[in-house]
């Protein structure tokens, strides 16, 4: 299995094996988070980056690879990626380079997932 797809499925089955508890507070925390993410002021490009971004200087994987699918999703360019990850790395100081490693690494998986779908 394929970075993509282990990580994509690993994280639908433990959300709903969360949201299935019915903890209120832990899909109302969900639910606040798939809301800030939608269209408004700010589209929806910018706050994928703005997420990546704050992901990497929050040196959580996960949240990176997360904010990196969506961002391919959504169109973002490679150029415009490793842009963001330069001002993550400016913010983040250096201690983020092993996240940037683990983040191009994903980048490229999304990149050849799409040439295997073609």
């Not at 606040?32 to 200087?57: H, P, W, Y």
């Not at 490793?82 to 250096?94: D, H, P, Q």
Request: aromatic letters at 8%.
């Amino acid at each position: 299995m394929n970075l993509v797809n282990e990580f994509n499925e690993y994280r639908a089955s433990m959300n709903e094996k969360i949201l299935g508890e019915d903890n209120k507070v832990l899909k109302r925390i969900f639910n606040l988070d798939t809301n800030a993410f939608q269209e408004g002021a700010v589209d929806v490009r910018s706050k994928e980056m703005i997420g990546l971004a704050c992901s990497m200087v929050l040196r959580c994987d996960d949240c990176i690879r997360y904010h990196l699918g969506k961002c391919f999703d959504v169109g973002i360019t490679k150029k415009e990626v490793f842009e963001v990850f330069s001002i993550a790395n400016l913010v983040g100081g250096t201690i983020v380079i092993p996240h940037l490693r683990r983040a191009v690494e994903y980048w490229e998986a999304l990149e050849n997932q799409e040439k295997d779908n073609a």
